[in-house]
T-cell receptor
Framework: DTGVSQDPRHKITKRGQNVTFRCDPISEHNRLYWYRQTLGQGPEFLTYFQNEAQLEKSRLLSDRFSAERPKGSFSTLEIQRTEQGDSAMYLC???????????FGSGTRLTVV | GDSVTQMEGPVTLSEEAFLTINCTYTATGYPSLFWYVQYPGEGLQLLLKATKADDKGSNKGFEATYRKETTSFHLEKGSVQVSDSAVYFCALSDRTGANSKLTFGKGITLSVRP
């Protein structure tokens, strides 16, 4: 068990470009979550998958954001036409069951310049 | 909607001092409560949790008791160490929903001086 892996660790992109992040959850975990964390704030929920099904999306997830989890394994989060306000740490977490005791990845820090 | 309020920080303590970090919550259902910790350069780690009223979660010398009557989940440690320096987040999970998403407080930075 190598924990939850996120790639890349850091991403700097120009405004208007598209970016894609990857998350590899713990293999036996059926639930996968994406959160966004800005400086001085706690993580905010973005979206949730149970196996391959995306079951909930936050209002924070504008139409420029899309997430997938093909085959219920790894997940990708894509941001199209990035804006400076998208600069944040994007966190992935996985769990098995409903007790909320997730395992978080180290995150991908996005900087939009 | 659900929310978590943490005391303002940062907090700076000397080694072996007593620590209390306040956390209160608002929830429509009957949530589970958590403390997560983020050490410098690392991801969020679950520190402790409690799932029902009067439960006490504990780990690494830290404790927190689920107080339904005061809607609180304050974190305490009797004697802090330099290695406890980190950001601490209080969070809740509303179990009435299907997805167990977490609602976090803003976090508080703890610095412990030798």
């Amino acid at each position: 068990d190598t924990g939850v892996s996120q790639d890349p660790r850091h991403k700097i992109t120009k405004r208007g470009q598209n970016v894609t992040f990857r998350c590899d959850p713990i293999s036996e975990h059926n639930r996968l979550y994406w959160y966004r964390q800005t400086l001085g704030q706690g993580p905010e929920f973005l979206t949730y998958f149970q196996n391959e099904a995306q079951l909930e999306k936050s209002r924070l997830l504008s139409d420029r954001f899309s997430a997938e989890r093909p085959k219920g394994s790894f997940s990708t989060l894509e941001i199209q036409r990035t804006e400076q306000g998208d600069s944040a740490m994007y966190l992935c977490a996985s769990s098995y069951g409903e007790d909320g005791g997730y395992t978080f990845g180290s995150g991908t820090r996005l900087t939009v310049v | 909607g659900d929310s978590v309020t943490q005391m303002e920080g940062p907090v700076t303590l000397s080694e072996e001092a007593f620590l209390t970090i306040n956390c209160t919550y608002t929830a429509t259902g009957y949530p589970s409560l958590f403390w997560y910790v983020q050490y410098p350069g690392e991801g969020l780690q679950l520190l402790l949790k409690a799932t029902k009223a009067d439960d006490k979660g504990s780990n690494k010398g830290f404790e927190a008791t689920y107080r339904k009557e005061t809607t609180s989940f304050h974190l305490e440690k009797g004697s802090v160490q330099v290695s406890d320096s980190a950001v601490y987040f209080c969070a809740l999970s509303d179990r009435t929903g299907a997805n167990s998403k977490l609602t976090f407080g803003k976090g508080i930075t703890l610095s412990v001086r030798p």
